[in-house]
């Protein structure tokens, strides 16, 4: 079979007969393109190797800054299965895969999952992907005196309505969502007690 490297090294590693790829836990097949990482050696499925990013080996220079995804990573070993079902496919696959070879699907984790727990998994990722933007303009809105009353009460219900999936994004829009929000309920309620003093004050003189 011939192998691809990514990126090149001068020697390439010695197949195994029945090698699995750490990634997806499939056995790599002579026809199946390949590739391996530079640092360890390691052989993974081309396809795997570019939807990981790096190497998936536990301390190797080469894993992906964003996630290491280890191959020591069993969490269902346990119970003594080897094997699962995809949640989209429906396929066999094996019990501490992080992608199906079958339809591509990805997991977050090697614990299996229920086909409506995967795709709400999935929706909840979109919606914190589409999120971001909005976040970006609460956080403005509601920081502006003229906009932060009305800003701030639909930014609350929209948060109250969009939390979990706001929850999933990093930190730093999380963070903003909230921060926004009191800020704009803080000047809120400012300019509420301002107009009920000169209310009260203003009102008296005249």
Known sequence: MSMESAPPVDVKPRRVPGQLCPICQ???A???????????KTVYHKDCWEENQGCAVYGCSQVP????????????????????????????????ALRCRHCGATFESARPEQTGEFFQRLTLENTAKSAKTKVVWVFILCALPLTAPIASIIALIWYLRRREAINKMPVMYSALTKIGICVGLGQT????????????????KS
């Not at 003594?80 to 066999?92: A, F, S, W």
Request: net charge neutral.
């Open 26 to 28: 499939t056995g790599i």
């Open 189 to 204: 309620i400012l300019v509420v007690l301002m107009a009920m003093i000169f209310a009260i004050f203003g009102g008296g």
């Open 30 to 40: 002579a026809a199946e393109k390949a590739t391996f990482c530079a640092e360890c």
């Open 65 to 96: 800054p964003k996630e290491q995804k280890s191959n020591l990573e069993t969490p269902v070993s346990y119970w003594g299965q080897q094997h699962k079902p995809c949640p989209v496919c429906g396929n066999q696959i094996q019990a501490v």
